[in-house]
């Protein structure tokens, strides 16, 4: 069973703005709730122990968060994405985490991807694929069964990234030195065949990164 969940809240959100000018993007709120508690809700129903990093107006991110129960709040303002594996007492712990962002909505089945994770093997890091959406941006994923051989932006697949993954960081620290972002760390783990992707996609997933999604995913009344 997997103990451990993090939401990536620390971005930004310039594209948002003006929305985004005095609140982080984890902050914009979706049918009166934020983003960051309409995921807090979601995963807590599945996973005890939620943690949340910050950055960008961290202090009223993790003053709305707290609130909430969550177990953490990890501060990775002007770090990159990823600083939180090589950084925090997770590294210590050989456990996988479960890692969202705090801009993803989906009705995700946390039961069936934690099955398939353990089905393959427990690997480094694993990624829960979407089929591409029409007008929103994503890394393709090109894989040799369940190894990821390539994640690209240019050449087209049938799947690609949904920023949904598992991953252990205990093990990653054993193979890989220090890496900032995730598109430098799974590079890495390609090379050395340690990238896995899921059978298993999200019923539902959308994202919303700028006002033309947020105005998409109100006409799609996604909840």
Same mark, same amino acid.
Request: with cysteine; glycine share 4%; aromatic share 10%.
């Given at each position: 069973?997997? /103990?451990?969940?993090?939401?990536?809240?620390?971005?930004?959100?310039?594209? +948002?703005? %003006?929305?985004?000018?005095? !609140? %982080?993007?984890?902050?914009?709120?979706?049918?009166?709730?934020?983003?960051?508690?309409?995921?807090?809700?979601? $995963?807590?129903?599945?996973?005890?122990?939620?943690?949340?990093?910050?950055?960008?107006?961290?202090? !009223?991110?993790?003053?709305?968060?707290?609130?909430?129960?969550?177990?953490?709040? $990890?501060? *990775?303002?002007?770090?990159?994405?990823?600083?939180?594996?090589?950084?925090?007492?997770?590294?210590?712990?050989?456990?996988?985490?479960?890692?969202?962002?705090?801009?993803?909505? *989906?009705?995700?089945?946390?039961?069936?991807?934690?099955?398939?994770?353990?089905?393959?093997?427990?690997?480094?890091?694993? +990624?829960?694929?979407?089929?591409?959406? =029409? /007008?929103?941006?994503?890394?393709?994923?090109?894989?040799?069964?369940?190894?990821?051989?390539?994640?690209?932006?240019?050449? *087209?697949?049938?799947?690609?990234?949904?920023?949904?993954?598992?991953?252990? %960081?205990?093990?990653?620290?054993? $193979?890989?030195?220090?890496?900032? *972002?995730?598109?430098?760390?799974?590079?890495?783990?390609? $090379? =050395?065949?340690?990238?896995?992707?899921?059978?298993?996609?999200?019923?539902?997933?959308?994202?919303?990164?700028?006002?033309?999604? +947020?105005? +998409?995913?109100?006409?799609?009344?996604?909840?």
């Amino acid at each position: 069973m997997i /103990n451990h969940s993090i939401i990536l809240a620390a971005g930004r959100g310039i594209r +948002l703005m %003006p929305k985004t000018k005095k !609140i %982080p993007k984890a902050m914009v709120k979706i049918k009166n709730q934020t983003l960051i508690l309409k995921g807090i809700k979601k $995963i807590q129903k599945y996973i005890k122990n939620v943690h949340i990093t910050v950055g960008y107006k961290g202090s !009223i991110l993790a003053s709305h968060v707290i609130k909430h129960n969550v177990n953490s709040v $990890i501060n *990775t303002d002007k770090k990159g994405n990823a600083w939180w594996i090589f950084n925090f007492p997770f590294k210590y712990i050989n456990e996988p985490v479960f890692v969202l962002t705090c801009d993803n909505i *989906t009705n995700i089945d946390f039961r069936h991807i934690e099955k398939d994770y353990f089905k393959k093997g427990k690997p480094e890091c694993f +990624l829960v694929p979407v089929k591409p959406i =029409k /007008n929103l941006e994503g890394d393709f994923i090109h894989r040799k069964k369940n190894i990821v051989t390539n994640l690209s932006r240019k050449r *087209t697949s049938d799947i690609y990234c949904s920023g949904i993954q598992i991953i252990n %960081p205990y093990k990653i620290n054993q $193979i890989v030195k220090e890496t900032p *972002t995730f598109n430098q760390l799974w590079k890495k783990l390609i $090379i =050395k065949k340690k990238l896995k992707v899921s059978d298993i996609q999200p019923k539902k997933w959308f994202t919303i990164d700028n006002p033309f999604q +947020l105005k +998409l995913y109100k006409k799609k009344n996604f909840s």
